[in-house]
């Protein structure tokens, strides 16, 4: 997806889950639940972990990504007015450019699945991965959008679904004792099988 580094939200961050065995491979395209007292954070690393060791469109299953090209495009915008360190010009004027138009899903489904295979799988390795607080400050935000100064008022309505998004949810660090690095994942309530979607995912860092 993109670069950088996030996470808050902590309403769902104080549970995140005790560290987890490596896990079985996945049976008949099905893997265990989540222990019963498991909280929604604690669903989420569950999954992603047997997600991506089910391999990459199991794992794609995790993400809305409706969603995920809107989370993007907001983000633009407060990288463009200093959250994000060392800007490139290049990327100012893209930024710029931008009239709040959501990406694609497809696009998004696109880009995000390219990092499967270089940055998700290594994090993720053999498993035993448990959640926390993000480490790096950019994805300590991941889940803050407070309001825009005035001339932004284009993104006002993008601001209010994305914050909408985050109710019950947030952000959520990850690091997996067979990998190496974390990951920051920010989620979202839904009323599917699983209790939540994936709406957009960085890297934390390594190690």
Sequence with gaps: ???????????????????????????????????????????????????????????????????????????????????LPKITDKQKAEYAAEDATPYPAAREKRNVGRYFNWLVKPRVGTGGCAGGPPHWNYNKLLATYDPLPPGNEIYEPLRQRVNAQLVGGGVIG??????KGGLALVYSPRDNARGYALVTIYDDGVP
């Design 1 to 83: 997806m993109t670069r950088g580094a996030a996470a808050l939200l902590a309403l769902a961050l104080a549970a995140c889950g005790p560290r987890a065995a490596p896990s079985a491979p996945v049976a008949n395209g099905a893997w265990p639940p989540p222990p019963a007292d498991a909280s929604l954070a604690d669903k989420v690393i569950w999954d992603f972990e047997r997600a991506t060791l089910a391999g990459q469109d199991r794992w794609v299953e995790l993400f809305d990504f409706d969603q995920v090209g809107a989370f993007e495009i907001l983000m633009h915008r407060y990288d463009l007015l200093g959250r």
């Design 174 to 179: 990850i690091r997996c004792s067979g990998g």
